[in-house]
């Protein structure tokens, strides 16, 4: 937990034009969707999956490892600052912590009972689960999933790559959320938004906790 006033006390090191990004930025995060990626072999391929979510305002990104090590290439490095990795050993773990929270989940699977991407139920939170290159998801994502869906092909590939699958998925999905909810209910309160301006200004300044002491002593002069 970061300080509550890390913010107020930090910010004026930044420009005026960094300082404005940022608070524009946490306006629209948003927690209604999240990314699940699970055991992508290739570093640049969910490190291209974070890029997309956190470009689409994605505050939330779950990783379930059960064969893969997690790792991100330089096409992340810098961005997974900006957007919370929750890491996860098996599958149930990560679908137990989404129920928890309150998550529909939903895990891309290109048959059976598999719905089209742009039926997927957005009348509550959702998480989009997406497997590796090769195997997909796992087949525990068949029992504990809510609900399947596929983006429809027309041409002779069936299958897109990883990445670019999340990309159109959380585009898609925001897309359609933005349209239907209100800003209440799709954006972060304002308490959310502040604990993230928080924690990104304490992780762009050096030494924050010893400056935050001088700051702090020097208020109350």
């Not at 790792?71 to 900006?82: E, K, N, P």
């Not at 679908?95 to 089209?116: R, W």
């Not at 069936?158 to 209910?185: D, G």
Request: glycine letters at 4%; charged letters at 25%; hydrophobic letters at 40%.
């Amino acid at each position: 937990m970061y300080p509550k006033d890390a913010w107020e006390l930090l910010s004026p090191q930044l420009t005026d034009k960094r300082r404005q990004r940022m608070i524009d930025t946490v306006s629209r995060r948003t927690n209604y969707i999240r990314l699940v990626v699970q055991d992508v072999h290739q570093p640049h391929n969910v490190s291209a999956c974070i890029r997309s979510a956190e470009g689409f305002g994605i505050q939330n990104i779950d990783v379930v490892t059960l064969k893969t090590k997690f790792d991100t290439s330089t096409v992340a490095r810098g961005v997974d600052h900006w957007v919370h990795i929750n890491k996860h050993p098996s599958v149930k773990q990560c679908v137990d912590t989404l129920h928890n929270q309150g998550y529909l989940v939903a895990a891309a699977f290109p048959y059976g009972d598999a719905i089209a991407l742009d039926e997927l139920p957005i009348d509550k939170p959702i998480a989009l689960a997406f497997g590796n290159e090769h195997e997909g998801l796992s087949k525990e994502w068949l029992e504990l999933s809510d609900v399947r869906f596929t983006i429809p092909m027309s041409g002779i590939v069936e299958s897109l790559n990883i990445s670019v699958c999340a990309a159109i998925s959380m585009y898609t999905t925001s897309q359609r959320a933005l349209k239907k909810l209100s800003p209440e209910r799709y954006f972060l309160n304002e308490t959310q938004k502040n604990e993230l301006l928080n924690e990104w200004i304490c992780r762009q300044i050096t030494s924050w906790e010893g400056q935050i002491d001088v700051l702090r002593r020097r208020k109350l002069t």
